[in-house]
Structure formats: C-alpha cells, structure tokens
C-alpha cells in the first residue's frame, strides 16, 4: 500500500522545517553508512562491541526529547517511506524521476544490506521496490491510492553493485482502479517486471 | 530470490564465530533502535545534528579494520539477509519458526521504519516478507531456492503496531518447480496473501 498523497498536493515547507528535515536526512545517511560498513565487517574485532555501546550512548541522548508516537510520524510522509524516504535509513534511497509522458524512472545500485543469495538482489527487496515505483507511474486524484495486486516475475538474477534502471508507466484506468507495469533492467536486459492493479482509497486507521 | 543453503547444510560454529556473531547481532539491534527513533523525532533539535556526527565518527572507526567487499559476506548469509537477517539493521528482523508439517510460521509488530501510508505498512514491505516466507516454505534439495513469480493481493489494510501472523506452505512439486502460498494474517483475518513458484537453480555470479 502505497500513497501519493504528497504528489496530489504539495505543502509550502518553512526555513526551520528545510533546516530539520536536512538534519534529519543528515542522519539518516549516517546511519545507511554504518549499517553498510556492519555488513562489510570480515573478522571479530573488539570494535564491534564498542559500537555498539556508542549507538545506545546516542540513542538514550535522543530518546530524551523524543515522544512516542503510534500512528503516525509529523514529518511529509514521503520522507519517511522505507522505499524513497531520504531520513529513513533503511531505505536505499530510491530517487524517482517524473517524465513528461507519465514514466516514472529511478537509477539505483543495490548494496550487500539488500542481498538474499550471495552476491545478488533478495527477491523481496525487488518485488518492494516495484510495488513502490508502480504506484508511483499511476497519478492520484484527491484520494490515495493502495495497491489491491502485484505479479512480479523474475527474469534473471539482479546482482548487488551494478546500475539498476527502474522503469514504470500507467496502462489503464477505468473508474477507481489504476493498472501499472514497470520493470528492473540491467545493461538493457529486463531482470525482473511486475504489473500492478492499484485502487483509489481513503484509509482508516484501525484504532 | 531467495536461498536457503542454509536450511539444506547447517554449518558448525566455533565459539570464537559466536562471540562476532553475538557483537554484530548487538551492533544491529542497537542500529534498529536508532533507525526507529530517527523515525520518531517530532520538532527540530540541535542534537540531531550532533546524533550525525557521532554515527559518522563510529563509521570513521569502523571503516579502518574493514576491506570492501563487492559480492559475498564472510558470514553465514541467513544472519545477513534483509528479512530475517539478525545482524542487518534493516531486516525487521523476521524469526522463521518450521513446524513439523512443512508450515512456515513468524509472528511480528511493523515499526515506523516500515510504514507506507500513515499508520499502515507500505505494500512493498508485504510483498517482501511475503516473498521470504513462501520461499521459506519450499525446502531445499541440494541447489539453492529462486523465486520465479510472485503473486500478492492486498485484502485489507495491514496496520503498524499491531501483531502480525505470517504463515506459509508449499502446495506443489513439479520437478525443479515448487509453489507455495501464504498469508499476512490480523485478528485472525487475511490482510495480504501471495503464492509463488520458486525453482531450484545454482546461481552464477556476473562479474
């Protein structure tokens, strides 16, 4: 389920905002960095024990001034997401490009936190981030849009470290439904394609 | 594209790989922790500038010992992997529990770091457990496990916060061939389901 609402409308952002939400994305490429560099670690090393004590030294510092939220986060939600959300670190990011004919294209390498076999893309990472770029290349009206179905078919193996072009496109409209396709290509050769059908839908929070 | 190696030929671990393992579980967990707080800051702050640059003077630490690798981890790839992986920071992490009759079964809350719209888990997210757990449900022979297609339909909207049960089996064998289906599953109701077929194949890296 993913929502565009941030593409039907978007918000007038304050200087003091801009500021957090570079602060913010600050950390979070910080984080990738390091989450990145723990993959990578090839030995024991007394280190890692020490890291560990200064990522919770960091953290009770901002558990302080920090309220639990439950339902949602205050920031633009598409800063957020785990897919595109630059302050979200477990994203890689996906920086999606909007051409004038309605494609949506992202370029992006995936690195060792995203890998499922050895030296290749996890097939779940793949199916996420073509849910995430088709219901990007179908435009909402005033209500988001969720997915309802995804087939995504795997051609080829996706290996970590070569440049992934991302592509999708809108199909089909009829009424409240969308229909998108897209696909993960490597040096011209389509690894992995998906088709989506996508719903117009006001979400309730459940509680 | 999943393996499952590991299900096919558990390995002995010496006590001085545990000891590692244990400090990279602890440098992961105490990654996932700052990952959800990032999430949660709500109003802007000087120490999330000063949060960045103590995670960029770790990563400086952590950057010495460690060679860049391109294409494997030295560990056992399932602590690895991006669902169910104890030492990624991005993986949730999912725990896999297989139940004498073949089932797959894991149990988990989505945080913020998984969310799509407000107060609701991204779509992508679903998929990719989706895809782990199916690919779990097909045991192994003595070749790895890819998925070839993967179906997922979203039948309600699967909230944050709440517990979910995910379950899957494999339904069919045909050859190199298995299908499997599966269920992300709230208050006993089918949020998301998916089935899939997956095929035995040794994987050859690209470079």
Redesign the interface.
């Known amino acids: ?3 565009l609402e941030h593409r039907a409308r978007p918000r007038e952002v304050s200087p ?2 801009q ?2 939400a570079a ?2 994305e ?6 990738r ?3 990145d ?9 007394p ?6 004590e ?6 009770e ?3 302080n ?10 920031n633009p ?1 598409w800063r ?4 595109s959300g630059v ?4 994203a890689p990011p996906l920086v999606l490009e909007f051409e004038s004919d309605g494609t949506v294209r992202a370029e992006l390498e995936f690195g ?21 770029i088709l ?1 990007a290349a179908v435009p909402p009206g005033d209500t ?1 849009i ?9 051609h080829r ?6 440049p992934v072009t991302m592509v999708a496109r809108e199909t089909e409209r009829d009424g409240r439904k969308r229909w998108a396709t897209g696909e993960l290509v490597i040096d011209g050769q389509v690894a992995v394609s998906a088709e989506g059908l996508f719903i117009e839908k006001q ?1 309730k ?3």
Request: proline letters at 7%.
């Open positions: 389920m993913t929502t003091a905002e500021d957090y602060a913010l600050r950390d979070a490429t910080a984080l960095r390091i989450v560099l723990i993959q990578r670690v090839d030995s024991g090393h280190l890692l024990l020490e890291v560990a200064g990522l919770d030294a960091l953290s510092r901002l558990e001034p920090v309220e639990t939220v439950t339902e949602t986060v205050s939600g957020h997401d785990p897919v302050e979200n670190a477990i060792l936190p995203y890998q499922g076999p050895n030296a290749f893309v996890h097939g779940g990472v793949s199916a996420m981030v073509l849910d995430h219901s988001p969720v997915t309802a179905q995804l087939t995504v078919r795997y193996p996706l290996p970590l470290f070569v979400l929070s459940a509680r």
